[in-house]
């Protein structure tokens, strides 16, 4: 079978269909016209990275699309004709980070899956590929139980292993969805949150450590502020997050509609700045020729 990262084969109207019927009313107006047009979201950023004790310069794209899940398999259905109560609307983020490191290079991806109705993790995974090997890493959201499975190229770090899920934890690769209040403010102006905190995946693939649930305190600055980027001024939403251990972050959101994320600083994320943004059916453009439509990414020199 030749898969795509696209919507199944039915009618565009029925599968909006059945997929709203697992949505719940809540759902804006705002939400529904602008992903369930078809599209996904794309966008990239310059990216600096702290590794070996120096900042390396790279690239970022991160990729929003909703799409068709499975509650039993934790994956994309192909087809949701004949689905029964198994499949609910996903909001996935696909999120690539690259960048150099003297001679070889770093390509990683993660990939967060939530439902579009609260915006809870269902499945994140994590991958990297150096010229040392690769890292597989997975965490499936059942209840109150996370399933983690590692595979790693270093000796003792591979193997299946549980943790709990705390009530109201923030799961630090869902972050970069959450604060964009996609069906309402993360955050009203001036509050602060303080919850249980599971840092992201790339920072513990780059700092060799075991998932561990930690605390993080994050605040929503009373006043937005314009900033400027490389794809230009926005005035923003900002946010400040505190992590126990010494982390600390900075995220800069759009504040109209779609709140897209301008700039963010989070170690060992030095930061990421948006050079460039466009809604295409990426998964369509894979000609010869189509990659031109990188330039509106920015991430063509």
């Known amino acids: ?94 999120m690539i980070r ?22 809870s993790p269902v499945k994140v995974t994590f991958t990297s590929a150096e010229w040392c090997g690769h890292v597989y890493n997975e965490f499936i959201f059942r209840g109150n139980v996370i399933e983690n499975r590692l595979h790693s190229y270093f000796q003792g770090e591979s193997g299946n292993r ?58 929503r600055k009373k006043k937005t502020e314009n900033i400027s980027v490389p794809a230009g001024s926005y005035e923003t939403i900002v946010y400040e997050l505190k992590i126990a251990g010494g982390r600390e972050g900075k995220f800069w959101i759009e504040e109209p509609y779609p709140h897209r994320i301008i ?4 170690d060992p994320d030095v930061s990421g700045e948006l050079t460039g943004t466009t809604r295409l059916p990426y998964w369509k453009l894979h000609q010869n020729g189509e990659e031109s439509y990188l330039e509106e990414l920015g991430l063509v020199d």
């Open 1 to 94: 079978m030749n898969r795509t990262c696209r919507w199944p084969r039915i009618l565009p109207g029925v599968a909006l269909a059945i997929l709203l019927m697992t949505v719940p009313e809540a759902v804006g107006s705002t939400f529904e016209s602008y992903w369930h047009d078809g599209k996904a979201e794309l966008n990239g950023y310059d990216l600096t990275v702290s590794r070996y004790g120096e900042n390396r310069d790279g690239s970022c794209v991160m990729i929003f699309v909703t799409e068709p899940f499975s509650e039993k398999n934790r994956v994309k259905v192909d087809q949701v004709d004949g689905w029964g109560g198994d499949v609910f609307e996903a909001f996935k983020l696909n």
């Open 162 to 219: 549980k943790l709990k899920s705390p009530s109201g934890g923030i799961v630090e690769d869902n972050l970069f969805t959450l604060l964009r209040g996609l069906k309402g403010d993360f955050l009203k102006p001036g509050e602060m949150k303080k919850s249980a905190y599971l840092p992201g995946t790339f920072f513990s693939r780059l700092r060799h450590v075991p998932p561990d649930w930690t605390t993080a305190e994050i605040t």
């Open 263 to 266: 700039r963010w600083e989070l």
């Open 98 to 119: 690259d960048f150099q490191t003297g001679i070889y290079d770093y390509n990683t991806m993660v990939s967060v899956f939530a439902r579009t109705d609260d915006f």
